[in-house]
């Protein structure tokens, strides 16, 4: 996982090794995802259904 706050950019590598770029996903979602006890929880619930727009990098 990495994210760059300038550019409110979110990228996760899943288990399976694909590669996704979130855009105008908020720092408050980020330090919220690191912080969870469940990322994968938390991604579904906060990430995934919000809506975001998302590139896959691979």
Known sequence: MGYD???QTL???FTNGAVY???DVP???YRGL???ESHG???HEHVRSA???YQEMN
Do not use: K, S, T
């Open 34 to 36: 690191m912080a969870a």
């Open 51 to 53: 809506g975001y727009r």
């Open 27 to 29: 720092a408050e979602v």
């Open 11 to 13: 990228e996760i590598e």
């Open 5 to 7: 706050e300038d550019q």
């Open 41 to 43: 929880r938390y991604f």
């Open 21 to 23: 770029r979130y855009f």
